[in-house]
């Protein structure tokens, strides 16, 4: 090995030790045209073995990517490689890190297919009121206002209307809830539970 590259050694190793075991760490001997570490090897190559290929040599400056790289079995990586010198700014050596991406890929496509058959649940501003009565009174005079109409003039199946209205604002989702719209639409606990029951097998 180059003994310009030993004092990366240790930094490779750290950057294998963090990262196991999805990151892999190359490093090259230019000159030698050899494979000098390897850290979480994503295939058979070991130390000493000869380069296969040129590594992504960087056009400007001293490194390159992130770019995506193609791995065994249908993997994929980013990868990026850092050009190494010496005293004397010669180039010596390649530092090579492959990320892994296919276990991210795996997570984000299972987090969309979860994401994606989760309905919307309105998110009820009862529960961010500090006198729920007082909201759902306000709700029922919307109601009202929009058929217009009054309490005592409501058909009973405006009544069911109104049930069902506030079960999609969220209000029965509240402890009590039924008891006091029971009593604001004077019907029975047993109605209200039955024209929920409905909807909700609706």
Not at 27 to 44: G, M, P, R, S, Y
Not at 79 to 99: F, H, R, S, W
Request: charged share 20%.
């Amino acid at each position: 090995m180059n003994p310009a590259l030993k004092p990366y050694l240790p930094v490779c190793e750290a950057i294998g030790k963090l990262f196991a075991p999805n990151v892999e760490v190359v490093l090259h001997d230019l000159e030698a045209k050899k494979l000098v570490f390897i850290a979480n090897a994503f295939t058979k190559r070991r130390a000493g073995d000869a380069m296969l290929s040129q590594p992504k040599v960087p056009e400007n400056g001293d490194w390159v990517g992130p770019y995506d790289k193609n791995l065994e079995e249908g993997k994929s990586a980013k990868a990026v490689t850092v050009m190494l010198k010496d005293a004397q700014e010669k180039p010596v050596g390649m530092l090579c890190i492959n990320y892994d991406i296919t276990p991210a890929k795996a997570l984000m496509e299972s987090l969309k297919s979860i994401v994606g058959c989760v309905q919307p649940v309105p998110s009820p501003g009862a529960f961010f009121s500090q006198n729920w009565k007082e909201h759902t009174d306000e709700l029922i005079a919307q109601f009202l206002s929009e058929r217009n109409v009054s309490l005592q003039g409501l058909s009973a199946n405006e009544k069911r209307e109104l049930v069902v209205s506030l079960e999609a604002q969220g209000t029965f989702a509240i402890r009590n809830a039924v008891g006091y719209v029971c009593g604001v639409l004077a019907v029975s606990r047993a109605t209200i539970y039955n024209w929920l029951k409905q909807q909700r097998e609706a």
